[in-house]
């Protein structure tokens, strides 16, 4: 079974810094790949998705995230912080496979902390 | 347009009783899912329904929980007899195609506290 793993659950940040939020998967296929993003009290919000139409994908609000097979990561990044990008953030794969389910598996999740 | 609605958005129920918990997918949107979300387990996958197919219920953690769709739109998750370690955040989400690089829009999702 696909399994994606988030390399820590809180980065702080200072307002300007580069966001780096780290992201790894284990299948040998690689999946489809989307990070979402979860502002307090509210439903998840779609940053980006890699389809393997190109292996840097940019999102919404700045984000930007890069396929790398050779690593197994998908690590989503934003050259400067907003406060406003306080918030947490999961990396999802669904497989590629015909006999596949077609849910998202998710991460554990990272908080992201924007310092004043 | 109406993105994915969800209600109630809070629940506070007694240990043994029943509760119902409602999502309406956008417009259109042949796929639906609920996920669950709590502390200890993160988010998983609880069930998935796609057009008029049967129903993926491979994420349903028990027989107390189960989930229908009527006229292939609005969705209602059921829980039997809750559980203390029911207590988390149901989350319903829908794609236009149900594929497994098409895009899910979720809910708000219904906070259910189990006393």
């Known amino acids: 079974a696909q399994s994606v793993t988030q390399l820590g659950s809180h980065v702080s940040v200072s307002e300007g810094a580069l966001v780096l939020l780290r992201c790894n998967y284990s299948?040998?296929?690689?999946?489809?790949l989307f990070w979402y993003v979860q502002y307090p009290n509210q439903g998840l919000q779609l940053l980006l998705k890699?389809?393997?139409?190109?292996?840097l994908v940019k999102g919404i609000n700045g984000f930007e995230a890069e396929f790398k097979k050779s690593e197994t990561s998908f690590h989503l990044t934003k050259p400067s912080a907003h406060m406003s990008d306080a918030a947490e953030y999961f990396c999802?794969?669904?497989?590629?496979?015909?006999?596949?389910?077609?849910?998202?598996?998710f991460g554990s999740g990272t908080q992201l902390t924007v310092l004043p | 347009g109406a993105g994915v609605s969800q209600s109630p958005s809070n629940k506070v129920t007694e240990k043994g009783k029943d509760v119902e918990l409602r999502c309406d997918p956008i417009?259109?949107?042949?796929?639906l899912y609920w996920y669950r979300q709590s502390l200890g387990q993160g988010l998983e996958f609880l069930i998935y329904?796609?057009?008029?197919?049967?129903?993926?219920k491979s994420g349903l953690p028990s027989d107390r929980f189960s989930a229908e769709r009527t006229g292939g739109s609005v969705s209602t998750l059921t829980i039997q007899r809750t559980q203390q370690e029911d207590s988390a955040v149901y989350l319903c989400?829908?794609?236009?195609?149900?594929?497994?690089?098409?895009?899910?829009?979720f809910g708000p999702g219904t906070r259910l506290t189990v006393l």
């Open positions: 989400a829908s794609s236009l195609t149900g594929t497994r690089l098409d895009t899910q829009y």
């Open positions: 299948s040998s296929v690689p999946p489809y």
């Open positions: 890699y389809t393997s139409a190109a292996t």
């Open positions: 999802a794969v669904s497989d590629r496979g015909s006999g596949s389910a077609r849910q998202l598996t």
């Open positions: 417009s259109g949107h042949t796929a």
């Open positions: 329904f796609q057009g008029n197919s049967a129903p993926d």
